[in-house]
């Protein structure tokens, strides 16, 4: 059984950034275990174009697009020193609104959010990217599914779970959740088990954007633009509810939507149906070419185990207000910290709670507390 001090649970941004400032902080004895193939949990960029055919960094989002400097400080900073660019969301131009089927499809003055949503180019996952590239070799330990945690007199024993069915331990002193507490709660096993309130109100802990689905179509030129349009709608109609230019400078001309289908209903439609309604529905609102994007990407993220469960399918979306961090007494009490997103008490469930969190979740677990440096 390998030993290493502290094991964080979850390679998306609250882990990776967690494991990169306990490494700059000298604790190199650290394991970061992740259930997925691959790190990013649910920061994802992909290849704008399925055929490879574009530039190594035109990538568009699934997961995460936006963030907001000027109220998020922290994440701004860590950015900035990660030497991260950055662009405002392109929002100029009249928008699309359909209403009802009778009144069919209208144009509307656009407006620009102030300040602007800012995005990074190459995608979220670039942020999730410069921090990988900073993690000690062998901290990141892929395909770990974590299932059980024991509190003994040595620590905590971690088990672990691979695809291929492979049982997995370590014997560390401290565990960061950096998943979110729902998920937490209801697919790991603590022994002894947690304080009964506390786990209550982890599993009462929507994840943030759980329920939803996001579709992206990819074009060869933004040609929404020439008709005055910002790629910017709204739909009562569906299936698409709300959608956004997703085009990069220099990149590919992309445009997205947030699927308006609960996630129950999606469940029962076949994907390609869903993506064939989205194309048709962008046709409607942008005209004929939006009905042959390059590449078209449906992600949905209920149907994803690493990060839905079932209680996630029927919430509303809300931000949650953030669960205690770790327990008020007890074995745990010293052990076990929450630092995924949703324990943010800033910005629960959003891109700057991961790094919120994380920060206080590394201070609580080395005792120096206090705002964390940047990388
Ligand atoms: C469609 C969508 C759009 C969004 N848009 C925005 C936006 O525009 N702006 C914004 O600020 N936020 C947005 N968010 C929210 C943002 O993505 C999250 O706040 C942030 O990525 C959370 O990071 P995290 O590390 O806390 O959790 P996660 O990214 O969920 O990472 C948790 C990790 O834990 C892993 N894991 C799960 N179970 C286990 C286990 N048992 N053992 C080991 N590993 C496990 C998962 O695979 C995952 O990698 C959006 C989210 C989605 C899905």
Same mark, same amino acid.
């Given at each position: 059984?390998?030993?290493?001090?502290?094991?964080?649970?979850?390679?998306?941004?609250?882990?990776?950034?967690?494991?990169?400032?306990?490494?700059?902080?000298?604790?190199?004895?650290?394991?970061? /275990?992740? !259930? @997925?193939?691959? =790190? #990013?949990?649910?920061?994802?960029?992909?290849?704008? +174009? $399925?055929?490879?055919?574009?530039?190594?960094?035109?990538?568009?989002?699934?997961?995460?697009?936006?963030?907001?400097?000027?109220?998020?400080?922290?994440?701004?900073?860590?950015?900035?020193?990660?030497?991260?660019?950055?662009?405002?969301?392109?929002?100029?131009?009249?928008?699309?609104?359909?209403?009802?089927?009778?009144?069919?499809?209208?144009?509307?003055?656009?407006?620009?959010?102030?300040?602007?949503?800012?995005?990074?180019?190459?995608?979220?996952?670039?942020?999730?990217?410069? /921090?990988? !590239? @900073?993690?000690? =070799? #062998?901290?990141?330990?892929?395909?770990?599914?974590? +299932? $059980?945690?024991?509190?003994?007199?040595?620590?905590?024993?971690?088990?672990?779970?691979?695809?291929?069915?492979?049982?997995?331990?370590?014997?560390?002193?401290?565990?960061?959740?950096?998943?979110?507490?729902?998920?937490?709660?209801?697919?790991?096993a603590f022994e002894p088990g947690l304080p009964p309130t506390l786990l209550r109100q982890w599993l009462a802990t929507p994840t943030w954007m759980a329920p939803h689905a996001k579709y992206v179509a990819v074009y060869p030129t933004p040609f929404w633009r020439e008709q005055g349009l910002s790629g910017e709608a709204r739909s009562a109609l569906g299936p698409l509810g709300e959608i956004h230019d997703a085009s990069t400078p220099g990149g590919s001309a992309a445009l997205f939507g947030f699927v308006g289908v609960p996630a129950r209903t999606r469940q029962a439609l076949a994907p390609d149906a869903l993506r064939a309604a989205c194309r048709e529905?962008?046709?409607?609102?942008?005209?004929?070419?939006?009905?042959?994007?390059?590449?078209?990407?449906?992600?949905?993220?209920?149907?994803?185990?690493?990060?839905?469960?079932?209680?996630?399918?029927?919430?509303?979306?809300?931000?949650?207000?953030?669960?205690?961090?770790?327990?008020?007494?007890?074995?745990?009490?010293?052990?076990?910290?929450?630092?995924?997103?949703?324990?943010?008490?800033?910005?629960?469930?959003?891109?700057?709670?991961?790094?919120?969190?994380?920060?206080?979740?590394?201070?609580?677990?080395?005792?120096?507390?206090?705002?964390?440096?940047?990388?």
């Open positions: 059984m390998h030993s290493p001090s502290i094991a964080i649970l979850g390679a998306g941004l609250s882990g990776l950034y967690a494991a990169t400032l306990l490494s700059q902080r000298g604790q190199h004895d650290v394991v970061l /275990l992740e !259930a @997925r193939a691959g =790190p #990013g949990g649910r920061i994802l960029s992909v290849p704008a +174009r $399925a055929d490879g055919s574009d530039l190594p960094h035109d990538r568009v989002d699934l997961g995460p697009s936006w963030f907001w400097p000027h109220s998020q400080p922290q994440l701004d900073a860590l950015i900035a020193a990660l030497g991260l660019a950055r662009f405002a969301q392109p929002e100029d131009g009249d928008m699309r609104v359909e209403r009802s089927l009778r009144e069919g499809v209208l144009t509307v003055r656009g407006y620009a959010n102030w300040p602007p949503s800012m995005r990074l180019a190459g995608g979220m996952a670039a942020l999730t990217d410069a /921090l990988l !590239a @900073r993690l000690p =070799p #062998g901290c990141l330990h892929t395909d770990r599914a974590v +299932r $059980a945690l024991r509190c003994n007199d040595k620590g905590i024993e971690v088990e672990a779970v691979d695809a291929a069915g492979r049982l997995h331990h370590w014997q560390v002193n401290q565990v960061l959740l950096a998943l979110p507490p729902r998920l937490a709660a209801q697919r790991i529905q962008l046709a409607r609102l942008f005209g004929p070419q939006a009905a042959q994007p390059l590449s078209d990407y449906l992600q949905d993220w209920a149907q994803e185990p690493c990060t839905a469960t079932p209680a996630d399918f029927d919430s509303a979306g809300q931000h949650a207000v953030a669960p205690p961090s770790r327990a008020g007494e007890g074995p745990w009490r010293e052990r076990l910290i929450g630092i995924g997103s949703e324990w943010s008490r800033q910005f629960p469930g959003y891109v700057a709670g991961a790094v919120e969190a994380a920060g206080e979740g590394v201070g609580l677990a080395t005792g120096t507390g206090g705002r964390p440096a940047s990388p």
